[in-house]
């Protein structure tokens, strides 16, 4: 009976002292990016003028946010796989393994930004609520996918490149900082958008130049022969990115019923974007762990996945703990700063913990899950492995964190 978990603690062991400068690469990203989404929370919440007067916009935000996540932690878990592989080299040639892969990003985060605004209207009118036009959506939504697109996009590779450098592993590190970068530059990108919609006219302008240019680049993106790479990518990605999108819109519509408690306690919209990276962040770590060790053969597929990865699953608990725990923390001393009224140091620091373990419960099933399912139905693990954990973690990172509130009695 006892065997199998000394077994996988003397497992976990090994991982530790085989490579202690990537576990704590990634304990240290992992706390990057809580601390940068405690920026996104503050940030939202300063953006309460700008949700009054565009309604409907809210619903578009918590898609928005997590699509940079999902394009660019694939594109940060397919560089992954090539240091691994040895065949990441950064140059400025578009038809490069990299360069395919940026392009392929690029592509996906425009085409995406569309369909997402298109959605983010029909949720609107199917739950009767009042909104702004779809070409005001449009054009916030591309707006901001392009110009967070940019910034994220320059964070990924860098940090690939240095974890190339210094010889980390990229799977550990790549998640939480992409998704961390995405979620900080996406709600100030999106407010540049909202400034572009002053006027109808040149709305609607705007709007059919942002759909023409999806459209362009996705036609370019099939014909160009330089790009076959690239056009596996987005052939492979598009679909799942798409459903990634549909699900993370019915997250907010979550936390929307349960919005009185959020209203009570200010400070748990101050947690929301966190606590949502953090657990979709856990998953796809697994995920892009579990991805590159399928792609280098030492890891068989299985149905039994304490078997087949309980070191990789261990890691993720580990990691869990210390950063929901200073996650609590943080977000009530973030709360207090900005003068939030918070339910008490003590119930954020349980709500945060408890939810955290549901959530990373679910990052495990899901990370592990999405890699090797993919990996058995053929196609790339690295192009649907990170979307659909972040994507799920963030619906049921939220079912977790509103279980944990209705628990603490805080309703």
Request: glycine share 10%.
């Amino acid at each position: 009976m006892l065997r199998f978990p000394r077994r996988v603690g003397a497992r976990f062991v090994a991982l530790l002292r085989t490579d202690p400068a990537g576990v704590r690469a990634g304990f240290i990203a992992l706390l990057i990016s809580s601390f940068g989404d405690l920026i996104a929370g503050v940030t939202l919440a300063g953006l309460d003028k700008t949700l009054k007067n565009l309604p409907g916009l809210v619903i578009l935000i918590p898609a928005a946010i997590g699509m940079r996540g999902n394009v660019f932690g694939a594109l940060g878990s397919r560089l992954g796989t090539m240091i691994h592989t040895g065949t990441f080299r950064v140059s400025r040639r578009l038809d490069t393994q990299v360069g395919q892969n940026i392009a392929a990003a690029l592509v996906l985060s425009l085409s995406t930004s569309v369909v997402l605004a298109v959605l983010a209207k029909t949720v609107a009118s199917v739950f009767g609520q009042t909104s702004i036009s779809i070409g005001e959506f449009v054009v916030i939504s591309v707006i901001g996918a392009v110009l967070s697109s940019l910034v994220v996009l320059l964070i990924t590779v860098g940090v690939a490149a240095f974890c190339a450098t210094r010889n980390l592993d990229l799977d550990n590190v790549a998640a939480p900082i992409v998704t961390a970068a995405g979620d900080v530059a996406t709600l100030p990108s999106l407010f540049v958008g909202t400034l572009l919609i002053k006027s109808h006219g040149v709305t609607a302008v705007i709007g059919v130049l942002c759909i023409a240019a999806a459209v362009l680049a996705l036609a370019w993106t099939w014909r160009e022969r330089t790009l076959d790479v690239g056009r596996r990518i987005v052939k492979e990605s598009l679909p799942i990115l798409l459903v990634a999108g549909a699900i993370d819109l019915f997250a907010g519509v979550t936390i929307e019923h349960r919005l009185d408690s959020f209203l009570a306690f200010p400070a748990l919209f101050v947690l929301v974007p966190s606590f949502l990276e953090d657990s979709g962040a856990l998953g796809s770590i697994l995920a892009a762990r579990i991805s590159t060790k399928l792609h280098l053969g030492t890891l068989e597929p299985s149905r039994a996945p304490w078997r087949a990865a309980s070191e990789d699953i261990l890691l993720v608990y580990v990691y869990a703990v210390p950063v929901f725990l200073l996650l609590g923390l943080s977000s009530d001393i973030a709360a207090a700063i900005t003068g939030y009224r918070s339910p008490g140091t003590l119930n954020m620091v349980l709500v945060s913990l408890v939810g955290g373990f549901f959530a990373t419960t679910g990052a495990v099933i899901v990370g592990y899950y999405a890699a090797v399912a993919t990996n058995r139905l053929g196609l790339d693990p690295d192009n649907h492995g990170i979307p659909i954990v972040t994507s799920s973690l963030d619906l049921l990172g939220t079912f977790s964190l509103i279980l944990a509130i209705v628990i603490l009695g805080l309703t």
